[in-house]
T-cell receptor, first 113, second 113 residues
């Protein structure tokens, strides 16, 4: 049983560009959350998707947007990239219901130059 | 403000020692407290989690102690091994709000052989 998978593994973009990151949840999970982890810091919650809608959002600007597909996979889009967007982007999936444990994928390392 | 303060920032112990990592929170609405382990280049892996209706929970060599009145919780690793060397994060969430995890800043643990 595959766990949470993310693609790509690494990505290098130029300031001002746009990027799309992808996540496939663990089998049986229907909820996907995205986190940003800057170097040497704990992950910070970006937003969560459930039933193809954004259920909750953290303190991130509108440049960060997402989508969830009918098969529960998800995308994170970041527009107008800034140098400060360089980070490890983590996807976590959880079981149906609000009490599900969150399981993280390996992350996508985004570098903005 | 929803914050979780974690200490120490780094910790070095000898093999067989019992490292202790502490976390404190402010928001009394938090009712779910997980600990994650992260190796370099990997996503966080769920170790153990506790809810405030119990004061202690053990899973293998990992123990969480919880003090609701002090709003503090800690992770103890019994009989630590070099393979336990990793970064450990505490987190907190409100179950009724989609389990948005608020993470501590992390503790880098080194277990010497």
């Amino acid at each position: 049983d595959a766990g949470v998978t993310q693609s790509p593994t690494h990505l290098i973009k130029t300031r001002g560009q746009q990027v799309t990151l992808r996540c496939s949840p663990k089998s049986g999970h229907d909820t996907v959350s995205w986190y940003q982890q800057a170097l040497g810091q704990g992950p910070q919650f970006i937003f969560q998707y459930y039933e193809e809608e954004e259920r909750q959002r953290g303190n991130f600007p509108d440049r960060f947007s997402g989508h969830q597909f009918p098969n529960y996979s998800s995308e994170l889009n970041v527009n107008a990239l800034l140098l400060g967007d360089s980070a490890l982007y983590l996807c976590a999936s959880s079981e149906p219901g609000l009490r599900g444990e969150q399981y993280f994928g390996p992350g996508t390392r985004l570098t903005v130059t | 403000q929803q914050q979780v303060k974690q200490s120490p920032q780094s910790l070095i112990v000898q093999k067989g020692g019992i490292p202790i990592i502490n976390c404190a929170y402010e928001n009394t609405a938090f009712d779910y407290f997980p600990w994650y382990q992260q190796f370099p280049g990997k996503g966080p892996a769920l170790l153990i989690a506790i809810r405030p209706d119990v004061s202690e929970k053990k899973e293998g060599r990992f123990t969480i102690s919880f003090n609701k009145s002090a709003k503090q919780f800690s992770l103890h690793i019994m009989d630590s091994q070099p393979g336990d060397s990793a970064t450990y994060f505490c987190a907190a969430a409100i179950s009724g709000s989609a389990r948005q995890l608020t993470f501590g800043s992390g503790t880098q643990l080194t277990v010497l052989p």
